[in-house]
C-alpha cells in the first residue's frame, strides 16, 4: 500500500506518493496560491486514488488555510488527514526551545529528516531563509533570515527604477550596471549572511556541524559556503514527514 504526504509551504506545495517502505515514488509540485482556485483545486486533487492509497495523510504545514482547503477535498475521499503537530513527535525528536507553537511545522520536518546525522544545520532557501540546529539529536533552535526571492520582489516594488533580478552565480567583481551591481549585492550579501551564521552557530558549541542544504537556491549558494562539505537534500522535508507518518 502507497501512503500519501505533503508539505504546504508559503510559495510552494510538494505532495508526495510513498511506497509501503516510506520510500518516495512520486512527486508532485505547484505553487502554494494555485490551491485556492477552485477549479484547479478540484482537478489537481483528483491525482489521488483511495483505492490506491492509505487511508492516513500527513502534511506539515505553515499555511492554515491551504490545508484546509486539501483537507476538506480528501476528506470527502475518505482519507484521514493529519497535520504533524497533531502527532507524538517529541516520541522522534527532543525539542529544546522556549515556544514549540511557534516553531513551523516545515522546520520540524527538516530536523527530522536530518537525524541520519548527530549534529546539522538545515538550510532552507524558502520564502525565507531558514537556519535549523539539530545537536546531539536534539532539536534546539534556529535563525529566521529575509528569503532571497522575497527580498528581490520587495526591492523591485519598493523602488522606481530597480529591476527585478534573476540571480546569476556568475558573480567575479563588483558591478559595472545597475543588474550587475544588484547580483553582487545579493550574491556576495547572502553568502556572508549564510557563512557568518554557520561560524556563530558552530563557535557557540563548539561543534563541526553537516550542512545540509534544500530550497529553491540550494544549488546556487553549495559552492559558496566556506571550508566545509555541503549535502544538498531536496526532499528532506518528505523524508521527516514520512518519518513520522512511520511512527504513526
Request: hydrophobic letters at 40%.
Amino acid at each position: 500500500m502507497n501512503y500519501l504526504v505533503g508539505d504546504i509551504g508559503n510559495t510552494f506545495i510538494k505532495l508526495s506518493i510513498l511506497s509501503s517502505s516510506f520510500k518516495i515514488k512520486k512527486t508532485y509540485n505547484l505553487e502554494t496560491k494555485k490551491i485556492f482556485n477552485r477549479k484547479f483545486e478540484i482537478s489537481f486533487l483528483k491525482n489521488f486514488n483511495r483505492k490506491i492509497l492509505n487511508n492516513k495523510v500527513i502534511f506539515s504545514s505553515v499555511v492554515p488555510k491551504a490545508f484546509k482547503i486539501i483537507k476538506k477535498n480528501l476528506q470527502i475521499k475518505k482519507f484521514k488527514v493529519i497535520e504533524i503537530k497533531e502527532t507524538n513527535i517529541r516520541k522522534i525528536i527532543k525539542i529544546n526551545i522556549k515556544n514549540y507553537n511557534q516553531l513551523g511545522s516545515d522546520r520540524i520536518s527538516n530536523a527530522i529528516g536530518s537525524l541520519n546525522f548527530k549534529n546539522s544545520i538545515i538550510i532552507d532557501f524558502g520564502t525565507a531563509t531558514t537556519f535549523d540546529i539539530v545537536k546531539n539529536g536534539v532539536y534546539e533552535g534556529g535563525v529566521i533570515s529575509p528569503g532571497i526571492n522575497l527580498s528581490i520582489l520587495n526591492l523591485n516594488k519598493a523602488t522606481a527604477l530597480l529591476p527585478l533580478l534573476k540571480l546569476k552565480n556568475s558573480q567575479k567583481d563588483y558591478g559595472k550596471n545597475t543588474k550587475e551591481a544588484l547580483n553582487a549585492g545579493f550574491i556576495w550579501g547572502y553568502e556572508g549572511l549564510i557563512n557568518n551564521i554557520i561560524k556563530k552557530i558552530s563557535l557557540k558549541s563548539n561543534i563541526n556541524y553537516k550542512i545540509i542544504l534544500t530550497g529553491g537556491h540550494a544549488k546556487l549558494f553549495k559552492r559558496h559556503i566556506h571550508k566545509r562539505k555541503v549535502l544538498i537534500d531536496q526532499n528532506i522535508t518528505i523524508k521527516g514527514i514520512a518519518k513520522i507518518l512511520k511512527e504513526l
